[in-house]
């Protein structure tokens, strides 16, 4: 009996359902909108307009519009009076910047054109964040030309002018006696400074006050309860900066750490670094968690739990671990015992976090590492971390102040706390008097303000920052402030009678702190120098002074002990899409499908299937299944109407639901999803993102998601994800892991295998030695799903925004995809039926799959996630099929596609194997069913269009280009320089956003370059390969660090 | 009578009236085409038709002021002329402030030609200075020609009439002497009528041919849709690239510099203008050629100032600067990448390739179709600059023989041969 893994995209293909085999079958998995061409059939057969009268609109609709061709536009070109020596029209600009907006930190490199930032990337200089952006980070250019900013300032909801608004809140400033400002977190040495300037002199006539505990740090999604943990811990309240690259073991209990955890861009390159296959050890992950997270599916062992385990499991791993302490049994006791034996392998090159807000559950986790001796090792608590400051308590006491009326004037800066913490706040918010909100676009916050200051985007300021202790970076605005808005910093300045601008103050301010830590001579030169790496990286010496572990661990033991889960516990996450929210207004994110459940548009109520199943819930997503819709209960605050989606691998007895979506003030209708933040529980000791829920049954008839998971199905192929472990890897033998494919043929009489090359219809097409071709090797290793490239392709590509309605037709025009595979092992169906002679097992259930007889395999699944875009086949069926040759093979390996040619027949895409194609089925940009959220559908957000990108119009049909508009620019240069193309100058837009480096673009027929090592690895392979489609891209077989079983040897064409 | 009576038959003498009234058409409009033509590429710089000075004496009714031969020796070499004593030569040479009148490169026909224009220049010669911001040249109607081809026409249609109807005489005479009656047609319209059903295959080979030569005439006609070759709109300010590239030989580079190292060859910024345009200011009060017309220097360098808001007394810019709102001559549709760079420093191409001589237009026009034939025709034809570039030695290095063999066998590599000719090099 043969065991194999089956790989599923979805319930659907699991279940075989006949929506799901319909689909598969089919080229398009769009409905034909004939409906929508012809209109109503009943007015359609009423209408007398006869086959004559069509004929006669058509000749003189071709008439009139060959006459409007005829007519020839008058183009101004109208050129600077006074050019600014480094802009040059037609050449794009890179500044070296910073992003911070306190949840995500990066450096960063900012694209523009003609002065307009179009496309962001990470700055490689930062050692930090080693050029790692996320798709919020690279999406937020988008937000720059957001028509909802606000343009102006305001005050009593009125429009303002600057003038006013200082001379009205100055007094006011003046006369108030206890001035707050409640902020994110500050990173910026320089910002810090500022506002402790600013506090001080709110509080000169009140004796003996502590200025700085007028600024008040708060953080959306609190890690109040790691910071006071380490405070009771080891006596400093902050956060570590952690090292994955050193971390041979990693267990994390509920942390997201490679999507919403902290510093995820300084985390997710070193732990892709310390997952390759080659080196000479890979580290094992370990993942207990409720819903399945970016994080989770990347793991080698994930372990489905409740939240309120979470402690539990704590206690018991550092009882494992050799720590002293009680611990109770708990159903993971076997996966424990796996991790705390790795662990205590790896003793000083692990790490153990968790993603809870408890205090107590912190402790544990603290003492666990220092039992394995991680401090100064693989976890730093002395250059720390200071991307969250937010103490919860402190945040509590300053409502508690507001509403005792003790505050005289409050100012809210980086934050909405009316949307995060809610009616408590808005409440306490009218017992002051003065109060004023920084704000780019009008939100929750502002609305409840009397002063709304309108402060610059990010790409419009100055900043620095210091993220982790000894890591500074500058940012530069890379365009002048599109409105009368003023940023934040400049504020602060003025109203505390400085009149300095903020780029001298934070000019002086480096000169004064940080330019004498480097020991320079001249500062002008440090400066430009800094300015333009955009990074300054101090070698901080490590203090000798040894952490001493002052935790209280039984107090802590004794409290979780107490923690009663209930029968449904909710886990309040957030997505790689919107996280704290500052994705919720942003279109690209907001059709970016989530990395797991591939929905868009939208937050939902994710449950485990096999429970859905008994709760009689729908299980499959299609174009026309309604979604159940539930009202979901946290103590006394409830959600109406969110729809409950099946998500495999979700722990039985809980449900995930996403924060940060709902944004309704100051944004457009279209914005979609429902505010989570009132079901976070307030509680004396903090914020807690997990509760006991409730779910009501609410009859809502047709609420459907749109969600693509299932859209573009590569049918009926075997080949298309190759996994292996790392045992059978080590081995070496590449027919283990990475078989060949062959096909029998006969010679002489005997059957032989013969490698499917020899089988080529198609005449020989020299791709080797001719020349350039281009290709990429993706390394499924090393993708985490992250999505951050699928959003840097909409911006470099100027793909359409194209909405909620549309996607759920799967009409969803990117170009890349990240395919997320559910895989579960199973028992061959033909194996069983046939020459092994039926099992028991398989009589009993019958047909398909054996694995109906085992546990639910949708209960935890592995994943892979694979990124698909064209596969720029150098026998392409695209190509053979296109009546009009608007789709042909360029010399250098790629699948070209001329729009302006194209007639949009769509057989291209017919017969595409991979399903890359997409269909412009309306213009996008002008039709008015988009207006609401096509941000190319106003004059502001069309700046951030790439010039060098045609926007397609309607009937044509796109992919991915491979970047061409990269490589072409890329080859000039080096035609240019009279040299060759150096490896690594040409990077598509994928390929330089991803942050685990998985994608490798390249020339193949470059013998020293990196994507031909790829090419040339034992685990490269094409994805359905045998049918001979020779594509240009490879793949990289996964490896999982996990103990071979005779089922783990990769599934290969036998 | 018999020959007449042929000629009736075969109807040819339409056929050769036609003929020669389009040859005479034809001549009347090239000669006076030619020598507008090359006054302009000649004389116009300096000269006008009528009876202004420009740099040199207006020069209407300058064939009866000299006889032929003696401007024939001026206009081929007037220092010559000079320099032989010649009294009316001298006389011009001390009028215009002893400025000798370059030796022009043109032979007696086309003098004949010039002088011929400027006996009869039609009326484009006093025609006021246009509106400055219309776009486009408009083509001057020949008012006399028409007349003259209208009169011609109705010549030969009463001369058709009369002959037929000496024809129908001539035969009922016939007729009559033959003691017939005649019965043949006595109107031009049943002549014409009764022709065309005598000679139904010649009528329709007639029909065939007209309707598929209007379909030709058609297709070519679509193809030239969206074609502006020749377009050549009239500027804000009367720049005129043949006294900027021309007579004082600035390289296009020093305008245009991107054009090196950008997509765009780059509409020169005002702060360009001023390198020169600060000392050059036009208070000699010189006039120049621009679109046939004479402008004044001063006035259009003082554009410049008022746009830039800057005085050239005092030397310093206001706070109220305008753009200047040139109108774009080249316009290629939004789904053509077309990179400067590309051809200027990679290809090594000359500006002029496909510009033009750029250096002899006052007014810039469009000087080649600018289609997708056209492009791809050039590279079909181009070698590309391989020499010494070490990006093609790499290429090179890679070939198998064999494919070294179809591309570089003839010894040279066309653009079309690398790439030049796929999609993906200008569309994406």
């Excluded at chain 1, 993220?467 to 505390?496: H, M, N």
Aim: proline share 4%.
């Amino acid at each position: 009996m043969a065991n194999s893994k089956k790989y599923w995209k979805g319930l659907e293909q699991l279940e075989e359902t006949a929506e799901f085999q319909a689909m598969s079958t089919q080229e398009f998995p769009e409905q034909l909108p004939v409906e929508e061409f012809l209109g109503d059939e009943d007015s359609l057969e009423s209408s007398n307009t006869s086959r004559r009268d069509f004929l006669k609109y058509l000749g003189f609709g071709v008439a009139a519009a060959s006459l409007a061709a005829c007519e020839t536009p008058v183009t101004k070109a109208i050129p600077y009076l006074n050019k600014p020596e480094e802009i040059t029209p037609g050449l794009a600009n890179y500044y070296a910047s910073t992003y911070y907006d306190g949840h995500d930190y990066a450096a960063i490199l900012v694209k523009t054109r003609e002065g307009r930032p179009i496309h962001i990337t990470g700055n490689t200089e930062s050692t930090l964040t080693q050029g790692a952006v996320n798709a919020r980070i690279n999406s937020s250019v988008l937000s720059l030309y957001d028509s909802n900013r606000l343009k102006s300032p305001m005050m009593n909801g009125e429009e303002a002018t600057w003038a006013t608004l200082d001379n009205r809140l100055g007094k006011e400033l003046k006369a108030a006696k206890n001035v707050r400002v409640l902020t994110n977190s500050i990173i910026s040495p320089s910002a810090n400074a500022i506002l402790r300037e600013f506090a001080t002199q709110g509080v000169e006539a009140e004796e003996g006050s502590d200025a700085v505990n007028n600024v008040i740090s708060y953080d959306a999604i609190s890690y109040s309860g790691m910071i006071t943990a380490n405070e009771e811990s080891f006596s400093v309240k902050t956060l570590p900066s952690y090292n994955f690259e050193k971390a041979k073991t990693i267990v994390s209990v509920g942390a997201d750490f490679m999507g919403n955890w902290l510093d995820t861009q300084t985390y997710i390159t070193d732990y892709a670094e310390a997952r390759k296959p080659d080196n000479k050890w890979m580290s094992k992950h370990f993942q207990f968690e409720a819903s399945m997270s970016l994080t989770g599916s990347n793991a080698d062992v994930r372990v489905p739990v409740k939240p309120s385990e979470y402690g539990t499991i704590l206690t018991s791993l550092l009882k494992a671990v050799g720590g002293n302490v009680s611990a109770t049994k708990t159903k993971y006791d076997h996966q424990i015992t796996d991790a705390a034996k790795a662990l205590k392998a790896s003793k000083g090159a692990s790490i153990v976090i968790c993603g809870s807000n408890d205090k107590n559950a912190q402790v544990i986790v603290n003492a666990i590492n220092d039992q394995l001796g991680n401090y100064g090792n693989t976890i730093d608590l002395e250059n720390h971390s200071n991307t969250k400051q937010g103490v919860d308590s402190e945040v509590a006491a300053l409502i508690a102040d507001m509403n005792a009326g003790k505050v005289d004037a409050l100012l809210i800066n980086g934050v909405d706390p009316v949307f995060t913490i809610g009616d408590t706040f808005k409440k306490a918010l009218t017992k002051v008097k003065t109060t004023v909100c920084f704000a780019t676009k009008m939100n929750d916050t502002a609305a409840a303000c009397k002063y709304v200051a309108a402060t610059n985007h990010q790409l419009e300021s100055w900043s620095d920052a210091e993220p982790v202790k000894g890591y500074f970076s500058l940012g530069q605005p890379t365009i002048s402030p599109l409105f009368d808005t003023r940023q934040a910093e400049d504020c602060f300045l003025k109203w505390s009678g400085n009149d300095k601008s903020y780029d001298e103050y934070l000019k002086e301010n480096w000169e004064a702190t940080i330019f004498p830590q480097t020991g320079g001579v001249m500062f002008t030169d440090f400066w430009n120098k800094t300015l333009h790496d955009g990074v300054l990286e101090l070698s901080v010496a490590a203090s000798e002074i040894a952490l001493t572990f002052n935790g209280n661990v039984s107090n802590a033991a004794a409290a979780i002990a107490k923690i009663k889960g209930g029968s449904m516990e909710i886990e309040l996450n957030q997505n790689m899409a919107v996280g704290a929210g500052v994705g919720a207004d942003n279109p690209w994110l907001q059709e970016m499908p989530d990395p797991l459940t591939k929905i868009t548009w939208e937050n939902y109520v994710t449950m485990n299937p096999s429970e859905m199943r008994e709760k009689g819930y729908n299980t499959q997503f299609g174009q026309k299944e309604a979604m159940n819709v539930v009202n979901i209960t946290v103590g006394k605050n409830t959600i109406e109407n969110l729809p409950v989606v099946p998500q495999p691998g979700q722990a039985r007895g809980t449900v995930g639901l996403a924060l940060g979506y709902g944004k309704k003030v100051g944004n457009q209708e279209e914005i979609s999803g429902q505010n989570a933040y009132p079901l976070v529980a307030s509680t004396k000791d903090g914020n807690s993102y997990y509760g006991n829920v409730t779910l009501t049954d609410v009859d809502v008839a047709d609420y459907y998601v749109a969600c693509t998971q299932v859209h573009q199905t590569i049918m009926g192929r075997d080949a298309i994800i190759r996994e292996t472990t790392l045992d059978v890897y080590k081995e070496g033998n590449k027919a283990d892991f990475n078989p060949s494919h062959t096909l029998i043929d006969h010679k002489d009489g005997n059957a032989v295998n013969v490698l499917t090359k020899e089988f080529d219809l198609w005449g020989a097409q020299p791709v080797e030695n001719i020349g350039h071709r281009w290709g990429m090797s993706i390394d499924l290793n090393a993708c985490t799903g992250c999505s951050s490239c699928v959003t840097s392709c909409i911006s470099e590509n100027n793909i359409a925004v194209i909405g909620k309605d549309e996607v759920r037709r799967a009409r969803s025009m990117h170009w890349m995809r990240i395919d997320r595979y559910y895989a579960s092992e199973h028992q061959d169906a033909g194996d069983i039926a046939g020459t092994l002679g039926k099992t028991k097992e398989a009589e009993d259930v019958g047909t398909t799959f054996g694995y109906m007889a085992m546990e639910d395999p949708s209960d935890n699944p592995l994943v892979v996630h694979q990124p698909m875009m064209c596969q720029h086949c150098n026998h392409a069926g695209c190509e053979t099929v296109c009546p009009v040759a608007a789709t042909t093979h360029s010399n250098e390996g790629l699948n070209m596609m001329a729009y302006n040619r194209c007639i949009g027949t769509r057989y291209c895409a017919n017969n595409c194997a991979y399903k890359v194609r997409r269909f412009n089925w309306y213009n996008y940009i002008a039709y008015n069913k988009f207006t609401d959220f096509n941000p190319s559908q106003d004059d502001l957000g069309r700046m951030v269009l790439n010039p060098d990108v045609v926007v397609r119009s309607r009937g044509v049909m796109e992919k991915c280009s491979m970047c061409v508009q990269r490589i072409q620019e890329g080859k000039l240069d080096a035609k240019k320089a009279g040299a060759k193309v150096v490896d690594g100058a040409i990077q598509t837009a994928c390929s330089a956003s991803c942050p685990t480096n998985a994608i490798t673009f390249g020339d193949i027929n470059d013998t020293k370059s990196a994507v031909r090592a790829g090419v040339d690895h034992d685990r490269s392979y094409r994805v359905i390969e045998e049918k001979g489609q020779e594509p240009n891209i490879y793949y990289q077989t996964k490896v999982r660090n996990l103990a071979s079983s005779k089922t783990a040897k990769s599934h290969g064409h036998s | 009578m018999n020959k007449i009576l042929s000629l009736i038959k075969e109807n040819s003498l339409l056929k050769v009236t036609l003929f020669c009234l389009s040859f005479l058409f034809f001549q009347l409009n090239s000669y006076s085409q030619d020598g507008k033509k090359l006054f302009k590429a000649n004389c116009a710089a300096c000269h006008n038709v009528g009876t202004k000075k420009v740099v040199g004496p207006g020069l209407s009714g300058v064939a009866e002021k000299h006889d032929r031969e003696w401007l024939g020796k001026w206009i081929k070499n007037s220092g010559e002329l000079i320099a032989s004593g010649d009294a009316a030569a001298n006389e011009i040479f001390n009028e215009y402030s002893k400025s000798i009148m370059p030796p022009q490169p043109v032979d007696d026909a086309q003098i004949d030609a010039i002088l011929e224009y400027i006996k009869n220049p039609g009326d484009g010669v006093a025609a006021t200075p246009e509106d400055v911001t219309s776009v486009g040249t408009v083509e001057e109607a020949n008012s006399t020609m028409l007349y003259l081809f209208i009169g011609v026409i109705l010549l030969l249609l009463i001369l058709v009439i009369t002959l037929n109807k000496t024809g129908v005489f001539v035969k009922e005479v016939i007729a009559k002497d033959a003691g017939e009656e005649y019965d043949g047609p006595t109107t031009l319209g049943q002549g014409l009528s009764q022709l065309i059903s005598n000679n139904k295959g010649i009528v329709a080979a007639l029909v065939i041919v007209l309707f598929f030569g209007g379909i030709v005439n058609l297709m070519d006609g679509a193809f030239t849709i969206g074609v502006h070759q020749g377009y050549k709109p009239e500027q804000p300010i009367k720049f005129s690239h043949k006294i900027h590239a021309g007579d004082d030989k600035i390289d296009c580079n020093y305008c245009h510099s991107s054009a090196r190292h950008s997509k765009t060859s780059g509409i020169p910024s005002l702060n360009v203008c001023m390198n020169c345009h600060k000392a050059i200011d036009g208070s000699d009060g010189k006039t120049f050629t621009y679109n046939g017309q004479q402008y004044s220097m001063t006035e259009e360098i003082q554009k410049i100032y008022d746009h830039l808001d800057y005085d050239p007394e005092t030397g310093e810019y206001g706070d109220n600067p305008t753009p200047v709102q040139w109108i774009k001559v080249h316009n290629l549709p939004d789904h053509v990448y077309f990179s400067h760079q590309q051809h200027v420093t990679a290809g090594k191409q000359k500006c002029q390739t496909c510009h033009g001589p750029v250096e002899e237009m006052d007014v810039v026009e469009q000087h080649a179709p600018m289609t997708m034939k056209w492009c791809i025709e050039c590279h079909k034809e181009t070698a590309v600059a391989t020499e010494g570039n070490g990006y093609y030695d790499d290429m090179h290095k890679r070939m198998t023989p064999e494919f070294k063999e179809k591309v570089l066998g003839d010894g040279v590599l066309t653009v079309d041969e690398i790439g030049g000719w796929e999609c993906a090099k200008c569309h994406y």
